[in-house]
């Protein structure tokens, strides 16, 4: 693949515009760009088990003891895929995603040849992978690709010399998949603006896919596969998707591009990181915050809405590893925990445990780590030339009793929390203490549904614990309140536990609620109601929680 080392646009100026004749091109002049090879035999030859049952261990020596959890992690060998063979070279595997039981693995080549291809694998018996379809580029590169439905979607790059119909090398791509999830000769491509599609996603009914390296931007596509937009977000190089908002990664200078589920730009800040021109990023949905592979500069947490940074998982320096090679490549995003392809570092996790985030340590797994994608207990690695490894996850820790965090509002920022999984309804910083919304009358009824209302409450995460048995509040107020506690089971029912009455003063009254050793539980709900009469806000100062973990 070429590396596309062009002079960037610095300053991107973001408008979307709908675009004429457009659609999709199928199979022009009535030829494919690739080759196909779903014969189960010669497939079969490039799964590899001979290493299956090998043991990759969390390594925490090299970590700095204050970033480290104490978590028991394995990573346990499944099986590997190898690298196809092109004009005689070995492919790099660039990125791996899951959809169901299939993965779909990128690949790529370094340097200045146009060389590429995707892999399906059925991974329903990840022991015994099949290999199902093959597809080669001899005069192309895949930077990603996704499977959703009966298609197999890319982005990546054409040889314009040897490609008709572009006038851009950038290119996004949709492959009709039979009913064995083999690629067919069904093809359609649009063509990007700049040098290489470098990601493809499925956003708010719509595909999305990313373009740079000078110029390029974010490309939108009806469910048709028709460009309906674009927006102009130089050396765009991924694009994640939350509830409410899609995120852009930019390189060089790094930055993010915020956008409603219309897609329409409503925010955009400069981050660290993602200003090597040879460096891949990527960015993924963290609770409610994004996670930023940036390079070098390591894996970055910000919050979309204010573009802060929330706090940096440095990559530590591994003995016997160059520093320049230690680069967060990839990351995803599973529950409670991170997972960030660290180039010759191996793979790196975090995982918030109670309320702290924390690197749980490394897996060298004696490969340089392209991409990372998890499903259920399942790992898989794309290890450049190394090929593809499909692994099991294991995590035991110690059990521990007693408090399970001690937040003081004087000390820590809403925000901090947010990224760790608290939500806030309502609730805003300010000084010493988060403030409630005001509210009375009428609004008691809502607010003492917990299902319905979305106001004054804080949702504490509690997935990851094994019991509760208390918790503590320091509050004040400006009017007789009423303090609710609710129990968010992981079966989505909630459980009432009662409420304390309040006296109308505006003195700070500590609370102490038995949560009877619950379990199985998403959330610990704490809920403000106004008494009959009146409008006033509450105050919280202080939040505690105890139980098992």
């Known amino acids: 693949m070429k590396r596309y080392l062009f002079p960037l ?25 690739y080759g196909l090879n779903s014969d189960p035999s010669i497939l079969a030859a490039r799964v590899d088990i001979s290493q299956a049952g090998t043991v990759f261990p969390l390594l925490q020596s090299n970590l700095p003891s ?11 060998l499944l099986s590997e895929v190898k690298p196809p063979q092109l004009e005689e070279q070995s492919l790099r595997a660039a990125n791996v995603r899951i959809t169901g039981d299939l993965l779909a693995i990128a690949y790529n080549f370094e340097g ?18 099949r290999l199902v379809t093959q597809v080669l580029f001899e005069d192309g590169s895949v930077s990603d690709a996704f499977i959703d439905g009966d298609h197999l979607y890319f982005a990546g790059a054409l040889d314009i010399d040897q ?45 999305l896919a990313t373009s740079g390296n000078s110029g390029g931007g974010l490309t939108i596509l009806d469910q048709s596969f028709e460009r309906i937009g674009f927006i102009d977000l130089p050396n765009a190089r991924s694009v994640a998707i939350g509830d409410t908002t899609a995120a852009v990664l930019q390189g060089e200078p790094g930055r993010i591009a915020v956008l409603d589920n219309n897609l329409t730009l409503i925010n955009q800040f400069s981050i660290a990181g993602a200003g090597n021109p040879e460096a891949k990023g990527q960015v993924d949905y963290f609770n409610s915050f994004l996670a930023v592979a940036g390079g070098p500069d390591g894996v970055l947490i910000y919050n979309p809405i204010e573009g802060e940074l929330i706090t940096t998982l440095e990559m530590s320096p591994i003995e016997g590893v160059a520093d320049s090679d230690i680069v967060a490549n990839g990351l995803v995003a599973d529950g409670s925990s991170l997972f960030m392809a660290n180039g010759a570092a191996g793979l790196y996790v975090a995982d918030l445990i109670g309320n702290e985030l924390g690197i749980l340590g490394t897996f060298n797994i004696n490969a340089s780590a392209n991409g990372v994608a998890v499903s259920n207990d399942l790992v898989v690695i794309a290890n450049g030339t190394a090929g593809t490894r499909i692994l ?26 947010a990224v760790k999984g608290w939500v806030f309804q309502s609730f805003s910083q300010r000084d010493n ?12 009824a809502n607010l003492l549904n917990p299902s319905a209302s979305q106001k004054n409450q804080v949702k504490i995460p509690a997935a990851q614990l094994i019991s509760v048995s208390e918790l503590k509040i320091s509050i004040r107020r400006e009017q007789p309140t009423e303090v609710y506690v609710w129990l968010q089971k992981k079966d989505g029912t909630i459980e009432d536990l009662g409420l304390t009455r309040l006296a109308d003063n505006n003195s700070v009254q ?27 806000r509450v105050y919280l100062s202080k939040i505690s929680l105890s139980g098992k973990y």
Do not use: H, M
């Open 510 to 536: 500590d609370l102490v609620f038995d949560l009877k050793n619950a379990e199985n539980l998403d959330y610990v709900v704490v809920g403000a109601v106004p008494a009959a009469g009146g409008y006033g």
């Open 433 to 444: 203490e988060l403030r409630g919304g005001r509210y009375g009358g009428p609004d008691r």
């Open 163 to 207: 490609t008709s119909g572009l006038s851009s090398p950038a290119i996004v791509g949709k492959i009709q998949l039979n009913d064995a999830s083999q690629a067919t000769d069904s093809y359609s491509q649009i063509d990007l603006p700049s040098f290489v599609g470098t990601y493809s996603e499925k956003g708010f009914d719509r595909y």
């Open 392 to 417: 099991k996850l294991t995590k035991s820790k110690p059990v521990q009793e007693g408090e399970i965090f001690n937040v003081d509002f004087s000390t820590t920022t809403r925000d901090e929390l």
């Open 9 to 33: 646009i610095l300053l991107a100026v973001a408008s979307i515009s709908s675009c004429q004749n457009d659609k999709e091109e199928p199979n022009p002049n009535n030829e494919l760009p």
């Open 66 to 76: 204050s970033r480290v959890q104490q978590v028991d992690f394995n990573l346990e």
């Open 112 to 129: 200045s040849t146009y060389l590429g291809g995707i892999d399906i694998v059925n991974i329903s018996e990840p022991n015994s992978p």
